[in-house]
């Protein structure tokens, strides 16, 4: 039972990290008007928000290595509280991207610290699909921080907004400084030298971590980026759905991500030889979904646009497999520096893809032009074709160099 309060205190000050990742994006047309900025410069906060998240993943893991998930959690949480109260009182973007940047730093400390939790607080057996729950259950965070930030915005003004998001950030620090402990047995924790001979070289050096960085790599992007920012421009401007029916849609992204998610766990827990295979199928699946969108005569009907979200929503839970390769390939004392390389995965991927997506629609837009056409939104979109291709590959390839390393390592069991 202590397990799960554990991983409770966790999941919550993970969940409270997103809503602080997320807060910017229902803020959008306040943060223009208050910081008298475009499209253009505003798009700045989210990507050096994300950016500064992908970056600090490998530092923050072997800091997770050495100093442990409770020191981390309160140090990103105070991190993220520190962003909101400088974004409160921001009235220039400049002032704005370093608040961002302290909540993306923050950020990158949580997750992962949570990981860590996972695997040495569950046995491995139970790990992938608390990992998913883990997941899944953070995004509720995105959810709960659109309707009532958007309602504190409107009646109680941007200041009180983001101090009220501040205050949240506290309670979880202070939740995580009072119950959080780092293992089961304090007496387990390794020695330093033990922790200095297995770093982050070990971890890159063994081809299961780089399965890892390639699964999380090929299967997040998708679903990452069209919920983040291509997905509502694509389906209102291009396949011209309502306002509404364009944000239900994304719902159904983030739900469908949290019912699936339980399922890839168990999967992968009852069968953990072919992880790989579904992860090559979800690649397929996502690549097969988009072909039937981008090719479609004309602006695709509701039924082929629903059917592209609902295969969409196995990028999350995708993505969590490769975490689920970094526990099974190395020892808890580089779990922090395994997890951090995984997941810096699927973030370059998408910031590749935002960055290509956006430059692509600019290129094919007429200058005057309202927005761009649905053929530029599909030309753009189909650069996606190049990232399948290469993080499929990759996935193929460490797959078949990690199962040799078993087969070698069990040998020289058998014969020692």
């Known amino acids: 039972m202590r397990r799960y309060l554990m991983w409770s205190v966790g999941l919550l000050a993970y969940i409270v990290a997103v809503f602080h990742r997320s807060s910017l994006g229902v803020a959008g047309v306040e943060a223009a008007d208050r910081l008298g900025v475009g499209t253009a410069l505003l798009s700045m906060l989210s990507v050096a928000q994300l950016a500064v998240y992908a970056g600090m993943q490998i530092p923050v893991g072997v800091l997770l290595d050495r100093f442990g998930s409770r020191r981390l959690l309160i140090a990103g949480g105070a991190l993220m509280l520190a962003g909101q109260l400088v974004f409160a009182f921001a009235g220039d973007i400049g002032t704005a991207i370093a608040a961002r940047v302290l909540i993306g730093i923050g950020d990158a400390m949580t997750f992962i610290s ?11 057996r139970k790990n992938p699909l608390m990992v998913q729950l883990t997941g899944m259950v953070g995004q509720l965070g995105a959810l709960s921080s659109a309707v009532p930030l958007v309602l504190l ?48 070289r070990h971890s890159w050096s063994h081809p299961g971590t780089r399965l890892g960085l390639w699964t999380h790599f090929v299967t997040g992007f998708p679903g990452g980026v069209f919920a983040l920012l291509w997905g509502y421009p694509f389906l209102t401007q291009g396949e011209g759905l309502a306002p509404d029916t364009a944000a239900l849609l994304l719902s ?13 766990g168990h999967f992968c827990g009852r069968l953990p030889y072919h992880r790989s295979t579904l992860v090559l199928a979800i690649v397929g699946a996502s690549a097969a979904a988009w072909t039937v969108v981008l090719l479609w005569p004309g602006r695709a009907p509701l039924w082929v646009l629903t059917a592209l979200i609902v295969v969409l929503t196995t990028s999350g839970p995708g993505s969590m497999i490769g975490f689920d390769y970094a526990r099974s390939f190395n020892p808890s004392t580089r779990i922090g520096g395994a997890t951090g390389i995984v997941n810096v995965g699927s973030f370059v991927a998408s910031i590749v893809l935002i960055v290509a997506i956006g430059v692509l629609l600019d290129l094919q837009t007429p200058a005057g032009a309202a927005h761009p056409s649905l053929g530029a939104f599909r030309w753009a979109f189909a650069v996606q074709y190049l990232l399948w291709a290469l993080g499929a590959v990759q996935v193929y390839r460490y797959r078949r160099t990690t199962r040799r390393r078993l087969v070698a390592e069990d040998l020289a069991l058998a014969t020692a």
């Open 153 to 200: 915005l409107r009646h109680a003004g941007w200041t009180a907004t983001f101090l009220a998001a501040a205050a949240l950030g506290a309670v979880a620090v202070l939740l995580v400084v009072l119950t959080l402990r780092d293992r089961p047995d304090p007496a387990d924790e390794p020695a330093p030298a033990a922790k200095r001979e297995l770093g982050l």
């Open 114 to 124: 949570v990981l860590r939790i996972v695997a040495l607080w569950f046995p491995p």
């Open 252 to 264: 159904l992204l983030t739900i469908g991500g949290i019912v699936l998610g339980p399922l890839v």
